[in-house]
């Protein structure tokens, strides 16, 4: 008798989302094509074949598992390797707290769920306001992100070199596009966009100093700053010092 | 690459990820503190987005993919349909690069 009503309210879930899952099947697809990049680029460079295989479902973090493979090949150092992908995977940390909510499951799956804490997969959570929909985005992303990055990992170990150049394509400027889309709607709240426009400044300035992944972190200047700024009153608005806010749309990404 | 140092690489990254989701609950955070972490995720991916669009190592990664990103993004903001906007952006800096622009 419970069946039906179940039944019904998880088939309109699944209505309600099919929009989101097509933006969530396009971004799979951008990742799908950087994960055969990286099966090639391991392959070619002449790491064994297991290295790439073993990397992509253990560490599943694109720039992390690029920034140590191009050490090694680079004749740098395993430790450095290592360093380098675990500086850039710091940011984890933070947005491991920022989608806690939705991983508030239990046990196995909550442990199972942390593994896909990535860019995307809190993006599209973040951009959702009703939560049963941030856990589904998150969730969905997670899952398909990691099949279509494994899969294109061997897929671009087997194709070895005959894979070309993904950039001559421009699907270099699908992941920043990607993310921009979807952390646009968070940037409606005054304090956070001056935080973030703040920090993104000092990310940029960063760069041609700093190693790889440092200069994203550093981009937490921003917030403390803006944070200490403007203590008292956390979650007011302030019209007058940054224009009129536009309504709050629902997070359509 | 050897094995020891994927595993120590996984496990770490592992250590990052779950932090959030286990210790949310145990510890006493003040409304300050939920705000700047709830804020630093988009800090984060901004600073994602402005590197990845304008540098690729040290430097600067060339116009055709920042442009790209830019009609994207405005793309975006007048809200565009999401898969127009990722066409749009990748076209946009594949085209750049055909006519030679770097």
Known sequence: ?253 | MTLLAIMVLAGGTYAFRVCGPVLHRRVKLSEQVRWMLSVAATVLLCALVATSALTAGHSFAGWARPAGVLTGGVLAARRAPFIVAVVAAVATTAVLRLLGVR
């Open chain 1, 1 to 253: 008798m419970f069946i039906i009503p179940t039944v019904r309210s998880f088939w309109r879930t699944l209505e309600l989302d099919r929009p989101l899952r097509r933006d969530i099947a396009l971004v799979a697809l951008a990742d799908g094509v950087v994960g055969v990049s990286f099966g090639a680029i391991a392959a070619s460079g002449g790491q064994p074949t297991w290295v790439p295989l073993a990397m992509s479902p253990t560490v599943f973090a694109g720039g992390a598992q690029f920034a140590a493979l191009y050490i090694v090949l680079g004749g740098g150092g395993l430790a450095a390797a290592v360093v380098a992908g675990l500086v850039l995977n710091a940011r984890l940390l933070p947005f491991g707290f920022a989608v806690a909510d939705v991983l508030d499951l239990r046990w196995p799956a909550k442990l199972l769920g942390s593994h896909l804490v990535l860019d995307e997969s809190v993006a599209f959570a973040l951009a959702q306001r009703d939560p049963a929909r941030r856990r589904a985005a998150f969730l969905t992303c997670g899952v398909l992100l990691f099949v279509v990055w494994n899969v294109g990992t061997v897929a671009g170990v087997l194709a070895g070199r005959a894979v070309g150049n993904p950039d001559a394509l421009g699907l270099d400027a699908a992941s920043p596009m990607v993310l921009l889309a979807l952390v646009l709607p968070t940037l409606r709240d005054p304090r956070a966009r001056r935080a973030a426009l703040l920090g993104a400044a000092i990310a940029v300035a960063g760069t041609p100093f700093l190693p790889g992944g440092l200069p994203v972190l550093l981009a937490l200047l921003g917030l403390i700053a803006v944070g200490r700024s403007a203590t008292g009153r956390p979650d007011t608005d302030r019209p007058g010092a940054g224009g009129r806010v536009p309504p709050r749309a629902e997070g359509r990404a």
